[in-house]
């Protein structure tokens, strides 16, 4: 009998500790909930600049980041992709080397042809991937036609050029209107192209107005994967190219 006494005044001794000390613990809180909103003022908004341009590689050449520009050739030179494969989308020439893209592109590229067909625009890929020798071949072809000026403005120098990625794309409508041309910007498919392609990860990489930090004329047709949340960034600020987004100098020429 005496011993369950002692136990139950142990017992409500303990509860009564615990009530004690959950009492000084809720003390403690209020006081320092209290103390909080004068710290308030001093935590900012989340900055539109706050996006971390610096997360991925901009040099190794199979990263989704890498800046390839007059100024920045791809290292090695020669660098080919070992992922590449062809989408499952409208081609323009089934068959030919071309029409591959690295696997993280291509599954974007098809997204975005799906999402733009559910909007009635039937979108159709005109190239993708470019190896160092077909660009090459297609350099050399627009020098011996047009001159070197005129082919530095056109057609990327090989090892120079975002095709050879695997993570650019010129797109066009199925109806081939416009094909590559600049007037692709007035279609209705160019039209989706400019306002839908950050969703799935791609910029206009060659905008009007950006030739002199480019090197290149307005390209309406020509794509660049570099994942969501960077085109949106890009986009949601308004930046024009991938130069001045991931803050690299103006290359206008080599
Ligand atoms: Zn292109």
Known sequence: MKKGVKFILFVVLIVLAGFGMNNLANKSSVYKSSSKPSLKPTVKPPSKLAFNTKLYSHTD??????MVNKKNPLNPIDYAPSDLVVP???????????????RIAADALQAMFLAA???????????GYRSYSYQTTLYNFYVKTQGQAVADTQ?????????????????????????????????????????????????IRYPQNGQAITGYEYEPWHIRYIGVAAATAMHNQGVLTLEQFFNYPAAPSY
């Open 61 to 66: 050449p199979t990263s989704i980041w890498v």
């Open 88 to 102: 499952n989308v409208p081609l323009r020439v089934p068959g030919n080397q071309t029409m591959q893209m690295r």
């Open 117 to 127: 067909k559910a909007d009635t625009i039937n979108l159709m890929l005109a190239s």
């Open 155 to 203: 057609s990327a120098r090989p090892g120079y050029s975002e095709h050879q990625t695997g993570l650019a794309a010129d797109v066009e409508p199925v109806s081939r209107t416009c094909e590559v041309a600049l007037c692709f910007a007035l279609t209705p498919e160019g039209k989706w192209l400019a306002s839908n392609s950050y969703r799935y990860g791609f910029i």
